[in-house]
Structure formats: C-alpha cells, structure tokens
C-alpha cells in the first residue's frame, strides 16, 4: 500500500499532492490491526520516503529544511501514536 500511494504521488506533485494523506490510511490501518513495531517501521518507512519525494521536489534539507519537513510530518506521527495507544481499549 506505500508503494501505491508513493507512486500515486510520484505523479500527482510529490509533496505538493493533496493526496499526501493517503499515509494515514495505511498508518491508522497499521495501528489498529498491527503491533506497536510494525506501527513504527511504517512511520520510518513513510518519513523516509516522504524525504526522498521532498528531495525530488526540490527542497534542500538544511536547519530549515528540516524543521518545515518535521512540522508538515508531525500530523502522521501524532495520529499513529494517538490510533497505537487507543487501539488495545477498543476490543
């Protein structure tokens, strides 16, 4: 399903797409049905890839770089940890 979605961005306008979100469906997926480590190893996955299509679209990860790629991928980290802890109380 990553590699679907990397694809579907690929050719839809990198991190510009609005279909980046499409991560979280695999993420809340992952986090309700998967341990916390697969969870995680998803979320480093998605980051890895989520700068390698940042680094396609042209940014430059200086001190700046960096720090606007951490505030636009900070949503996907919140929900996973958020969708991890919740998910053992609902069954």
């Known amino acids: 399903m990553i590699i679907f979605i990397t694809w579907i ?4 306008g990198t991190i510009q797409s609005p279909l980046l979100n499409l991560y979280l469906l ?8 998967l341990d916390k480590v697969t969870t995680t ?13 940042g680094a396609k679209s042209g940014i430059e990860y200086d ?19 958020i969708t991890t802890m919740l998910a ?4």
Request: aromatic residues 20%; hydrophobic residues 60%; negative net charge.
């Open 9 to 12: 961005l690929w050719n839809t």
């Open 26 to 33: 695999v993420v809340i997926s992952s986090a309700i049905t």
């Open 41 to 53: 190893l998803e979320i480093i996955l998605i980051f890895a890839v989520y700068v390698f299509l």
């Open 63 to 81: 001190m700046a770089g960096f720090g606007e790629t951490m505030v636009y991928f900070s949503p996907f980290v919140l929900v996973a940890y």
């Open 88 to 91: 053992p109380d609902v069954y």
